[in-house]
């Protein structure tokens, strides 16, 4: 075993890494682990965020990949200080009742693939003065196509900040 405490960041994200689950089959993560550098989900199979719980991503949010991620439903939050990914293979399951994802960094933001149908956020909160942009240009290291689309199935809701697209948005 080891001591990692050095390895994850604070709440006010100071130090830390990232962390990225891949393989295959499906498994919880984040059990004990409320604040994070960055963090990606990349293989197949489900990564299912624990329920009723805070998670604060420093930096990034990505999911590669055939990866699906589960935030349960209940009153889980996902505060993102940095930018959100999702690949075209991959799938988002943003549950239902209260769970919810928070854009709150302190520079502009992306939110970047398609979001849409299944895949939609239950609730989304902008908690960034400096905006969030939906991104719809190709990003092949990712696995993003062009033209994709963010749904917001439940309240979206504009504590600070604005949303804006880019210039591929129709």
Known sequence: TGDYEDFFPDGACSGGGGLEYAGTGSYTVLNDLPNIRRVVFSGSG???L???FT???CEDLDIRETTNLVV???NSTVIVRGNVYKSDA???DNGGG???ITMAGSSPQVISGGFTGSNAFNELEIDNSSGVTVVNAA???RGISSNQ?????GELVFTSGQITTDADSS
Do not use: V
Request: cysteine-free; glycine content about 8%; proline content about 8%.
């Open 98 to 100: 209260n769970s919810h």
């Open 46 to 48: 489900s990564r299912t």
């Open 149 to 153: 689309d963010i749904e917001i199935e």
């Open 139 to 141: 990003d092949g290291t």
């Open 50 to 52: 624990p329920n009723n």
């Open 55 to 57: 998670l604060n991503i």
């Open 90 to 92: 991959s799938t988002f």
């Open 72 to 74: 349960p439903d209940g």
